[in-house]
């Protein structure tokens, strides 16, 4: 991939840098929260190179690059303003109320995790396997060797409070080091040993003193609060001391507030969020087990599992496990073994040259984006099948006990968090079936294997377009719509039809066939891209009075029927009936020769699509 070819070709998509209120990245998506969404080139950002798809979730537009996402945000960086410096970049306070309040939270947790992700994942990697050598007596807990390595393991989740301050402040355009100092008094070794502490007073009020260690809520809370105080504070205070006395007044007022009030209710909410998970996986753990491994992998399509950290977090928390992390294992490797079931099977190169990788990213690190856009989830089948995997592997595995003992990626490195709870039989039984079932549905059961497309040939050839209608061939600049009579969309002919039956106008491949039914686009395999539009502004209509005879990707022949559409309907409800029949990639086909003119019917000679090459030697 060319980094800087992809970053140009996705930020001009999305509308400029002008069209962006902020940006970040996770693991295999550039997240956008888009100013005007019009403004969005959508086929423009699906083409670039190295764009495997697109999705709309939780308020934000995400381009889904794969492992590379960091190289291609990087190149964003060089070419624009938007992932660096001091202003808000995980997303500004102006956009923090654009959509619904589920979207207003997945953004927010989004942004606040996201660049917390990578470490936070490495670190528990690391406790994972220190816990597990301690289990099988590898390492003896009482040397300085494990001390100095559980130190490099837990310190991060240990201050985690101090890592979201710096997050959350930028969030919220909050000052990030008056943020760390409210953090940090959260987690002061002699604050930290007060916990359990009775009689604790603050200038004569009781104090319920919980532990801040590891904790997401407070912090949160708090620097959203500080980011209203320091607004209310800097329009109210002199210029010359606003600077100095806002951080004091912030730090005095919301430190004690934390310790009286938003710490006591948000462990409160902690406690029983953490209760409440313990209580499903303890009673029924089979079904709470089933249901994340089936359903986390939606989750992600729509951006949703951002929702659920928190949860994981405040349960490690709580209870120093992860039950609702378990389960994931299995929703992860059964998407990773159905895309490896896709690569045995499939007999295009393409999408086996896709698979390949996409397998080892899903089983070696967890990253499970490439199998599902690049291949499950286009293929449908595989990404069924994958759930089905999620399913039974994950109530095998919460049937079992097991829960994870770090917060970790789900994904076979980090399978060590999981052997120090629950049972190692049911575990290993539940990826398994996680595993095997989806392999074996996909190469057995199989999927609809897409037909390998023929190389396009070295240079281009002139090509001969049938009438796809019978009608009045008209030239283009007659068309009202001044889009397609200033022939920006490229060259071509008009059709004013009679019979409402459109036609393929050469051998081709539908690559692409509207639901509407008002357009198709068709590719020849010398390469010629052909649009058929039937009607002005006919998208309007919804679909109605429109029959699609086809679908995407389905190879037709000359004469094969593609659409029928009531003429009547149409010009009734308003809609100027005139059709363009349109090469919409002149670089290859600058112009056309032979335009007919007049009564056509299908099957006639249209137009002949000219070559480029064809007009370099003329």
């Known amino acids: 991939m060319d980094y800087s070819k992809t970053a140009a070709a996705v930020l001009k998509g999305v ?36 764009v495997i798809a697109t999705a709309e979730a939780g308020g934000q537009y995400q381009v889904v690059i794969g492992n590379e996402v960091p190289e291609v945000f990087a190149e964003i960086g060089k070419i624009s303003n938007l992932t660096g410096g001091s202003t808000n970049t995980t997303g500004a306070t102006t956009d923090a109320s654009k959509g619904n309040l589920l979207n207003r939270f997945i953004a927010m947790i989004s942004a606040i995790f996201t660049p917390l992700l990578w470490a936070l994942a490495g670190t528990g990697l690391l406790k994972a396997f220190l816990a597990a050598a301690a289990t099988f007596g590898w390492i003896d807990t009482a040397t300085t060797t494990y001390t100095i390595l559980n130190a490099l393991s837990d310190s991060f989740i240990n201050f985690l409070p101090l890592a979201i301050a710096i997050t959350a402040a930028k969030y919220f355009n909050a000052s990030q080091f008056t943020s760390l100092a409210i953090a940090g008094a959260l987690v002061y070794p002699s604050i930290v040993a007060l916990n359990g502490v009775p009689d604790i007073t603050f200038f004569g009020i009781p104090v319920t003193m919980v532990s801040y260690v590891s904790s997401v809520i407070p912090i949160i809370v708090v620097v959203w609060l500080q980011s209203h105080g320091e607004a209310f504070l800097y329009a109210k205070l002199p210029s010359a001391i606003r600077r100095f006395v806002t951080p004091m007044i912030m730090v005095l007022v919301l430190v004690p507030m934390v310790f009286l009030i938003i710490g006591p209710l948000s462990n409160l909410i902690s406690t029983g969020l953490a209760g409440g998970i313990g209580w499903v996986f303890n009673v029924v753990p089979w079904l709470g087990g089933a249901i994340m491994g089936g359903l986390w992998q939606v989750f992600v399509i729509f951006g949703l599992h951002w929702g659920i950290v928190p949860l994981m977090t405040a349960e490690l928390q709580s209870t120093g496990l992860i039950f609702i992390l378990a389960p994931l294992f299995a929703a992860v490797l059964a998407q990773a073994a159905a895309v490896a079931g896709v690569w045995v099977r499939t007999k295009n190169k393409d999408l086996k040259s896709l698979a390949a990788p996409a397998t080892l990213s899903g089983f070696l690190a967890g990253v499970t984006e490439p199998a599902i856009y690049g291949v499950n989830l286009p293929l449908k089948k595989p990404f069924v099948y994958g759930i089905i995997g ?66 396009a040939p070295a240079e281009s050839t002139d090509l001969q377009v049938l009438s796809p209608l019978d009608g009045t061939a008209v030239a283009l600049t007659e068309v009202p719509d001044a889009v397609f ?97 349109i090469i919409t990639n002149p670089r290859k086909y600058p112009t056309i020769g032979s335009p007919a003119s007049g009564p056509v019917a299908h099957g006639d000679a249209l137009f002949l699509a000219i070559a480029e090459a064809e007009l370099a030697i003329a």
Do not use: W
């Open 15 to 50: 509308g400029g840098e002008d069209n962006v209120s902020s940006l970040v990245h996770c693991a295999t998506r550039l997240r956008f929260v888009i100013k005007d969404d019009s403004k969005i080139d959508k086929a423009g950002v699906k083409s670039a190179p190295g």
């Open 390 to 455: 999620g399913v039974l592997g994950g109530a095998l595995i919460s049937a079992g006990g097991v829960a994870s003992n770090a917060f970790v990626l789900p994904s076979a490195l980090g399978l060590p968090a999981l052997f120090s709870e629950g049972s190692i039989v049911m575990l290993f039984l539940g990826l398994a079936v996680a595993v095997i079932v989806p392999f074996l549905l996909t190469v057995i059961v199989g999927f609809k294997d897409p037909v390998e497309e023929a190389a």
């Open 485 to 581: 009579a200033g022939g920006a969309l490229g060259s071509g002919v008009a059709i004013i039809p009679r019979v409402g039956a459109l036609y393929a106008p050469f051998d081709a491949v539908v690559a692409a066939a509207f639901p509407t039914g008002h357009a198709i686009g068709l590719q020849h395999a010398d390469g010629a891209e052909l649009l058929i539009h039937i009607g002005i502004d006919t998208v309007k209509l919804g679909g109605r009075h429109f029959t699609l005879k086809v679908e995407k990707g389905q190879r037709v022949s000359a004469g094969d029927l593609l659409v029928e559409f009531d003429i009547a309907a149409i010009t009734a409800a308003g809609y100027d009936i005139t059709t363009p029949v």
